[in-house]
């Protein structure tokens, strides 16, 4: 039987990690006891900083709360090759603070190491989330360069922490279409670096709000999908976005991720692929909560609550 267990993020509480779009200063402290008081037992580091970066105190913390530690997100400008060495040494940094408070904890697995493409720096992917062309995608030797970068610092994470690493596909960045997720797995080695599917990153990054694209997807990246993100996609926002020509942060801010079951994104479905995959992980919710889009814990209840209502 499939063991699917629900978990949420520090950028549901507006820890976010682009400049400009941070929420509310919620300390860590709080976001934790809330987090536990809404119904979730997991949850990611959050930026660097945000929570301790000593093992010990980052361990004593989510203890105390009988919370487990998933994962940390760690942005590189992979396609950039002058920025792998320095890549790798902040990877380095976050994998061994994880890895080591996993050693003194009773958490059932260890955390995952989230690879991505540092998102939003490039200005004429930032203007054109949520309806990338293939004109705007990566030369061949660009693509050569970052799935190069993806593989030296997952294999420098395994080999110096023991932590897996999974990449995350996000808009604004290199890999958020389809097709851009399909040629970073196709040219990564599939034992050393996997997938993780964010529902909705893929439903923006997509172009359109189908949900047969993301069942499409469920299937075609399944042996890599190692972790699951659930985020939903606002219909209206997403296609005023995509024809005004707004770019991603302006999205963000106008509420394109909003709380589940309110978007596009076909839950039902996704929990029933999960179901019949037998997922036996965590699954983490992640809501980019903004100033003006209400208070983080009612959210957060509000997240938990409809998944009850899935089952899970």
């Known amino acids: 039987m499939p063991n699917i267990r629900i978990a949420n993020a520090p950028c549901s509480w507006g ?3 682009f400049e400009g779009l941070q929420g509310e200063a919620i300390a860590y402290g709080q976001m ?3 987090l536990v008081e809404t119904g979730y037992r997991g949850t990611e580091l959050g930026d660097w900083g945000y929570m ?3 093992p010990e105190p980052l361990h004593a913390e989510l203890a105390a709360r009988d919370v487990a530690l998933l994962g940390a997100f ?3 400008a992979l396609a950039d090759e002058a920025a792998h060495e320095e890549g790798e040494a902040r990877s380095l940094r ?3 603070l994880i890895a080591e408070a996993f050693e003194m904890s009773r958490w059932e697995q260890p955390p995952w190491f989230v690879l991505a493409d540092d998102n939003g720096t490039d200005a004429v992917r930032t203007g054109h989330a949520g309806r990338v062309t293939p004109e705007l995608a990566l030369s061949d030797a660009g693509w050569d360069t970052l799935a190069r970068g993806a593989e030296r610092i997952a294999r420098a994470v395994k080999q110096q922490t023991g932590l897996r ?4 596909h996000h808009c604004a960045g290199y890999v958020e279409t389809p097709d851009e997720i399909a040629r970073l797995m196709e040219t990564t080695d599939p034992q050393l670096l996997g997938l993780v599917l964010d529902t909705g990153h893929f439903t923006y990054g997509s172009g359109g709000d189908d949900p047969a694209l993301l069942a499409a997807a469920l299937d075609r990246f399944g042996r890599r999908i190692w972790y699951i993100h659930l985020k939903d996609c606002h219909r209206a926002v997403a296609a005023q976005a995509r024809r005004d020509g707004g770019d991603y942060f302006q999205a963000v801010r106008d509420g394109v991720f909003c709380e589940l079951g309110q978007g596009c994104v076909d839950f039902p479905a996704v929990v029933k692929w ?3 995959h037998d997922y036996d992980g965590w699954a983490v919710v992640e809501q980019d909560v903004l100033p003006g889009m209400g208070t983080p814990c009612q959210s957060a209840r509000r997240n938990r609550r409809y998944l009850l209502s899935l089952g899970i």
Do not use: K, M, N, Y
């Not at 690493?165 to 995350?168: I, Q, R």
């Open 15 to 17: 820890s976010l990690e």
């Open 32 to 34: 934790l006891d809330e």
């Open 52 to 54: 301790p970066t000593e």
């Open 74 to 76: 760690v942005p590189v």
């Open 94 to 96: 976050v994998a061994r």
């Open 165 to 168: 690493t999974v990449f995350h």
């Open 274 to 276: 999960l179901e019949q």
